[in-house]
């Protein structure tokens, strides 16, 4: 058994399909997390979540939304006490996807947007899932120091930096701060980069977790095409190929760290 712990069955790439694609996971033996990135992708996640067996939601807004919509807090913290509600976000900080002349300010609303998060994982115990990328001319990891400060500030830590892509300096800062990180299936690519690959290799086995981020980033051999959970088996696989453990091992170690990560029964 697996869990894909990020996954975005809410979005229009799935549409009504993302019944098939919970089918086609459950036949695997893949149970998941259901990432929502706006309200509305987040209150179809808890649908989703409601209806599905093995399927967890995880309510949010992604920091490319916050010029979009005004962020509900009322309306997130009520969700949150949903049982099948286990994590807040995908939320954090993103450099890439902005209008550069407004950078100073868009940043400033993602620190204020990332904390409203904070406050609500922390007033219902539940673990944050966390976005990094860094902007376009930027030298690697601004992305992740920006959001060490912003977690330093408000101070809570109970969560993932997910589709981690940073090198091993910057994982063992997030690491030490008792976050966990989490893989995709870049780990499969055949160009994934070597300071990736020390990461995957370095990370003690109780602090990360599998994930595809579907329906983006298809793991080996299903590259180029829509992602979904059933997949992140090959995200397994390659984990184990780098650190040269046995498949089997690692899958349940993964899967034990989802469930006392998102406290799942
Ligand atoms: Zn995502």
Same mark, same amino acid.
């Given at each position: 058994?697996l869990i894909?712990? @990020?996954?975005?069955?809410s979005?229009n790439a799935?549409?009504?399909?993302?019944?098939?694609?919970?089918?086609?996971?459950q036949?695997?033996?893949?149970?998941m997390?259901?990432?929502?990135?706006?309200?509305?992708? #987040?209150e179809k #996640?808890?649908?989703?979540?409601?209806?599905?067996?093995?399927?967890?939601?995880?309510?949010?807004?992604?920091?490319?939304?916050?010029l979009?919509?005004?962020?509900?807090?009322a309306?997130?913290?009520?969700?949150?006490?949903?049982?099948?509600?286990v994590?807040?976000g995908e939320?954090?900080?993103d @450099?890439?996807?902005?209008?550069?002349?407004r950078?100073?300010?868009i940043?400033?609303?993602q620190?204020v947007l990332l904390?409203?998060?904070?406050?609500?994982?922390?007033?219902?115990? *539940?673990p944050?899932?966390?976005?990094?990328?860094?902007?376009?001319?930027?030298s690697t990891?601004?992305?992740?120091?920006?959001l060490?400060r912003v977690?330093k500030?408000?101070?809570?830590?109970k969560?993932?930096?997910?589709?981690?892509?940073?090198?091993?300096?910057?994982a063992?800062?997030? *690491?030490?701060l008792?976050?966990m990180?989490?893989?995709?299936?870049?780990?499969?690519?055949?160009?994934?980069s070597? #300071? *990736?690959r020390?990461v995957?290799?370095?990370v003690p086995?109780?602090?990360?977790m599998?994930?595809?981020d579907a329906?983006?980033l298809?793991?080996?051999?299903?590259?180029?095409?829509?992602?979904?959970p059933?997949?992140?088996?090959h995200?397994a696989?390659?984990?184990?190929?780098i650190?040269?453990?046995?498949?089997?091992? *690692?899958?349940?170690?993964t899967?034990?760290?989802?469930r006392?990560?998102?406290?799942?029964?």
């Open positions: 058994m894909d712990t @990020h996954c975005h069955l979005f799935f549409d009504d399909d993302w019944k098939n694609a919970v089918k086609r996971a036949k695997k033996d893949v149970q997390v259901c990432v929502g990135a706006a309200r509305a992708t #987040s #996640s808890v649908t989703i979540a409601e209806e599905s067996d093995g399927v967890f939601a995880s309510i949010g807004m992604h920091p490319t939304h916050v979009d919509e005004e962020f509900d807090v309306w997130f913290s009520k969700q949150a006490r949903n049982p099948k509600v994590a807040i939320t954090g900080v @450099h890439y996807h902005l209008d550069e002349a950078k100073g300010e940043l400033a609303k620190d904390k409203q998060h904070l406050q609500i994982a922390k007033e219902n115990n *539940l944050v899932i966390l976005h990094t990328r860094d902007g376009k001319t930027e990891g601004e992305a992740y120091n920006h060490i977690l500030e408000f101070g809570y830590y969560g993932v930096v997910h589709c981690f892509g940073g090198d091993w300096e910057t063992q800062q997030l *690491l030490d008792g976050l990180i989490s893989f995709t299936g870049i780990v499969t690519f055949k160009n994934a070597e #300071s *990736l020390e995957v290799k370095n086995a109780d602090r990360f599998v994930e595809t329906p983006y298809a793991p080996e051999p299903f590259r180029g095409k829509q992602n979904e059933s997949y992140v088996e995200v696989r390659g984990i184990a190929l650190r040269g453990e046995d498949y089997d091992t *690692l899958a349940s170690q899967t034990k760290n989802a006392t990560f998102f406290n799942l029964s």
